[in-house]
């Protein structure tokens, strides 16, 4: 059986045979010059050098489906997995207690099925709360592991090919749990959300909670004024008042390590507003800042690797041992790509979140709408039975903490540093097309532009 990991944690084991049934069932549906190529059967038994080579190229292969926005977004692949992870977690098929937590603390116990995918659950959730169906799709539920301080690590959002109920329980770890989470990026759709008094008060719970962990940096006039609002409860203009602040909207990751400008530089990154935004610490202990737009990144790709284990044959190396790199290759100026890495538990998070910034910038571009984007499927909706919940209102802002606050007059850009060409970047060498994500927003832009 082959391991299938998702974040380098275990989602599911199958078999040869069983993904070959999938990759027939895939050709059958979608034609045979839309799926990738298969590793061909054997009439021997494999040798060592043939079974890793095969591993090899089954890896390759469901990146390739999974990238691939037809089949990566096929009922066929993702009820596979699921039932895969099902069956490999063995957990039946029952009526379970599923606890999700706002952003506030607040817990929600949804009643739902061991089976029930991501969206069913997020349906659960919403109609606990009486979220009406059209604002359902402005959230999502995403894994996330509690600090020692109260705050959140965010994990990964929760896909369409996983059971949140099996993902969250066979990590056997309190510390992981699930969140409810605006999903978008774009702060105009704030007005959609704050229509209904339920999606306002879920937004109102999330940018207190993102203020009260230094998300987004506050002076100590504008956290008078937003107290003073807080006060007078008046919510909406609170969320007007958050959306002229800095990193409104914007997920912050833990601190890792970048090879920018330099190799080793600690870093803090914050992905929103179509940017990564680099806080970086350079060897001389000066604090640069800068950003990456995304409609800059020609493409990226997210690359683990696992150092050799020194023990006996066939040990497993720790968890802590798989490394995970983002790396994007970036528009510097008119003419001069260069190649920018990431080395963070958090990668498939931050390549998660570009993904869906060029998402959403591509329906804003065909003039979608991101109502229509994020229309759920009605019919076969789950209504349970459950009684209703209110959205608790957070508590009073504490007084700002003094320790945040030199960040918010940071006013070097990156753009003052020397930029090194990096002239070999590890990520970029012997790398197949189907490695990477190609990013369809990237526009070229001239040197005015920089």
Sequence with gaps: AYNIHVNGVLHCRVRYSQLLGLHEQLRKEYGA?????????????????????RREQLEKYMQAVRQDPTLGGSETFNSFLRKAQQETQQIPTEEVVLEVLLSNGQKVKVTILTSDQTEDVLEAVASKLDLPDDLVGYFSLFLVRETKEGAFSFVRKLQEFELPYVSVTSLHNPEFRIILRKSYWDSSYDDD?????VGLNLLYAQTVSDIEHGWILVNKEQHRQLKSLQEKVSKKEFIRLAQTLKYYG??????CITDFPEKGCH???????NELNFQVRLPSEQIKEGSFKVTRMRCWRVTSSVPMSNGPAGSSPGKSEVKLELAFEYLMSKDRLQWVTITSPQAIMLSICLQSMVDELMVKKSGGSIRKMFRRRLNG?????DSQQAVKSPPLLDSPDASREPMAKLSSKLTSVSLRG???????????ANDFHGNYAFEGIGDEDL
């Design 381 to 385: 909706a789950l209504r349970r039975s």
């Design 33 to 53: 010059n839309v799926v990738p190529a298969f590793p061909p059967k054997k009439i021997f038994t494999l040798t060592p050098a043939e079974v890793e080579q």
């Design 250 to 255: 914007y997920l912050k990751f833990d601190p």
């Design 422 to 432: 990096i002239s070999h970047s590890s990520s970029a060498n012997d790398v197949g």
């Design 267 to 273: 870093v803090v990154v914050s992905a929103g507003n």
């Design 193 to 197: 959300v704050m229509e209904h008094r």
